[in-house]
């Protein structure tokens, strides 16, 4: 089983307004799917994937999923060893969020394999 981080975002509209302001924000390219019931949509290179969709997480101790709409689930390919998997991921995973940060749009919250939650962000309410 590979590991994941997971960055939760709070974002009140449908996905496909999400993914448009994500495609702008990360300058990637997403691609849906869909398995007959769900859609996500998603980037893949050699290395990394994002998987963007809605999730059905209940919370979890202090870790409030049920706050979160949507899910950036990012994890490393095709790299066998384990600490550039890990260096992989956990640096494309830095990025998206310190991108997403940076707009002060998002309620974001970014989860270590969907078991510890490491930073979370709520952006200051302009008056």
Do not use: C
Not at 28 to 49: A, M, P, Q
Not at 58 to 83: H, Q, V
Not at 103 to 127: A, C, G, I, S
Request: a negative charge; hydrophobic letters at 40%; zero cysteines.
């Amino acid at each position: 089983m590979s590991r994941t981080l997971d960055i939760f975002v709070n974002f009140p509209q449908k996905i496909e307004y999400l993914i448009k302001e994500l495609e702008l924000i990360l300058d990637l390219k997403f691609d849906i799917f869909s398995d007959g019931t769900d859609n996500w949509y998603e980037f893949r290179n050699s290395t990394i994937t994002l998987t963007i969709g809605k999730h059905d997480f209940e919370n979890d101790r202090d870790i409030k999923f049920e706050e979160y709409p949507y899910n950036l689930s990012i994890r490393a390919l095709n790299i066998s060893n384990e600490f550039e998997r890990k260096k992989w991921s956990d640096d494309f995973a830095s990025y998206v969020f310190q991108k997403l940060k940076e707009t002060e749009r998002y309620h974001l919250m970014l989860v270590d394999n969907l078991q510890v939650q490491l930073e979370e962000f709520v952006p200051v309410v302009k008056v």
